[in-house]
């Protein structure tokens, strides 16, 4: 129980106190008044603890505290008496209970606590293979003991995973924080004596020290420090690790220790799971992949672990309940009330350690924003005039006359009597607008647009593809590259192409509309947050998701500056946000965020909007993911109504859904109906989109259908098409593939095919991704 050395409870596994200490009347099998010594069990700077035995007026086992012969100095005895004093004052089940004290017949003040035979945390929770959850849960309650020490106006100052023993209870773990040996009293409640350490002097163990206790000048240590070094055993029960990692601490010095725990920036739990080369391993004592530990980590948990060993102790949790209270929520699923530093924050933390290169850099910045400012002006009064020369009331004319001569179409008096469909009419418009429009390019341009546009909200891409084409090429040769029209037909052309599956297209097309629209709108215009929320769901796909978080950011600041809180642009953002969210594996962040998504929409648009079942399929595909596919099945059904309703039965959208109904029914064993919403999704993508890479999914299913069956053959087949449909013409994959490769890699291997399993072991490799 020694605030110095890590303790193993439990008498029989260590050695005789006559081996090493001569201490008087301290001999194996001594008595002190009523006990009588056992084993040494641990060892201190200032302390021993013994295995002893109560003889009367009970017979019991305890742990008995002596202090060492020599350390007797005024200044240790009060310390040895504030926690003597400290512990007698605290009752909490999670806290090792003093039972007496006294001094021995050489005059050595000793005192009597609960013997504790347990595990430090980490070691029992390693052995014990605890998931993330169960660690949580345990740890929850090491907070709460900790609480209770601080309501007594106790701080610990030496938490770490050996003063955390864990026993067990009726089968349950139970944790006891012990040694309070450090203890600095926050008030008049441990006695006389005063608990200030001496200014100079510092204490604590370093792998576990909070920034203010390495800092021998200062004597602001209160409760946050107890925070700090909850937050680094919980860093260490997450990843294994300690903050600032255990390479380095004993060769480079004492004092070069104590610099890096104040100054050296700790990764986040995840960043430093990903760059462990022993990932797989404390993965597997965690039970769970190691791909997921990351995924499990990164976003609430990252954020609760960062605030609680933040440098700064006024960014920290004010108390350990706050903490184990963030804990709870997290395991409730509710929002956290930690969040990542803002930029502004880390801004000025890197300028405070960078003076002299930032004040440089912030002079060229603000050169540069002048200069871009003076030039941006310039440009939009340019574009201004040259857009009034061009755009003529003749123009708005001719466009006027043809969309009253397209829809003259459907009068009975000119069909006999026959009904024309909506697609009939766009058909007819987009055949006249070629012929009636030719001598008047820039209205035919206009036109051309608007008929993409719809033929691309149908799912009909090969229609759409040469109108859109054309009214780009038109206005580019009319109106020159730096116009509004001409960032239009831009972002359409990338639309289609997102629509298409064909993301590296569709990328820098929609980044030349966006450049278009900062030149001549300025920065936060409402048109530059549409063209950035395009540029979100292609960065989305192309699973380069710090870059979809970063744009997805500016876009909602720019509705929130310009809109009410209840925009449908703003629900659009949050949506975005939410996908980001859960392709980092944050999925209490993902499902507040669509949460509020939905809620905007379902009370501004009619209930089959199409936008209703995008938000329907997120929310559905969290649930599934989070192991509630029971849950997901009525939202995915849901949706499904929708877009039947919306957009027909030949839709790329509708048959998105269908697949992600499929992997849900699946997950529940409903085989046939999951068969069936596969061959649906197959259908569709086969007679509108046979080259989408979504259609993949689908196939996905179909072999997993097949493998569960035992055609293992059939399942291997399925799985080549589902992965030609993720190559690239150059030969590469779309990230889709990631999520199944290791799932077809361990078929090939079940059928011996173990030369193409090599292959794609390759392509995993390329893509980050190591199977098993």
Sequence with gaps: MSSETAPSAGGGDLPDVTRTLDIPGAASGASIGPYQLGNQIGEGGMGVVFHARQLHPIRRDVALKIIKPGMDSRQVISRFESERQALAIMDHPNIARVFDAGTTSAGLPYFVMELVEGAKITSYCNSRRLTLKERIELFIQVCQAIQHAHQKGIIHRDIKPSNILVTEQDGKPAPKVIDFGLAKALGPQTGDVTQMTNV????????????????????????????????????????????LGREGLPEEGYLAALQRIRQEETPPPSARLRRSPSSSEIAVERR??????????????DWIVMKAIEKDPSRRYSASSDLAADLGRFLRNEPVLACPPSATYRTWKFARRHRFGAA??????????????????????????????????????????????????????????????????????????????????????????????????????????????????????????????????????????????????????????????????????????????????????????DEAEKTAQRELTIYEKQLPPVDLDIASAASSLGGIAYRKGNNGRARQLWQRALALREGALPPDHPLLAQTLNNLAAERNDSGDAAGAVPLLERAVR???KALGLKHVDLAFSLSNLGSALLATNEDARARQSYQRALDIYGAVAPQHPEAGVPLVGMARLERKEGRLHRSAALFEQALAAWRRSDGSYYPRVAYYLTEYIELLRGLGQSARAAELEAVAQSLNLHPK
Excluded at 214 to 235: E, M, N, Q
Excluded at 293 to 298: H, K, S, T
Excluded at 533 to 544: C, P, R, S, Y
Aim: hydrophobic share 45%.
């Design 200 to 243: 100079g002097t510092v204490v604590g163990t370093l792998d576990y020290m909070s920034p203010e206790q390495a800092a021998t000048t200062r004597r602001d240590v209160d409760t946050r420090s107890d925070v700090y070094s909850l937050g680094a055993v919980l860093y260490e029960l997450f990843t294994g690790s300690t903050p």
């Design 288 to 301: 769970i992949d190691p791909v997921k530990l990351q995924r499990l980590l990164r976003g609430e948990l």
């Design 360 to 545: 440089v850099a912030m002079s060229a910045i603000l050169l540069l924003v002048a200069f871009s400012l003076t030039m941006a002006i310039q440009a939009q009064r340019v574009a201004r005039e040259r857009d009034r020369a061009l755009v003529a009331e003749k123009t708005a004319t001719q466009v006027s006359s043809f969309l009253v001569s397209l829809f003259r179409v459907s009068d009975p008096n000119r069909t006999a009597g026959t009904t024309l469909t909506a697609r009939e009419i766009l058909d007819r418009g987009a055949a006249q607008v070629r012929t009636d429009l030719a001598g008047q390019p820039l209205a035919q341009a206009r036109l051309m647009d608007t008929l993409g546009r719809v033929y691309d909200g149908l799912g009909l891409y090969e229609q759409a593809q040469p109108l859109l084409e054309s009214a780009l090429a038109t206005r580019l040769k009319l109106l020159g590259r730096e116009n509004l029209e001409v960032a239009g037909s831009l972002e359409a052309n990338g639309d289609l192409w997102l629509h298409k599956g064909e993301y590296g297209k569709a990328k820098p097309i929609t980044e030349r509309a966006l450049a278009i629209r900062e030149k001549l709108l300025g920065p936060d215009d409402r048109e530059i947050a549409l063209t950035l929320g395009k540029l979100v769901n292609i960065d989305l796909q192309m699973a380069t998701i």
């Design 642 to 644: 929708i877009q039947e």
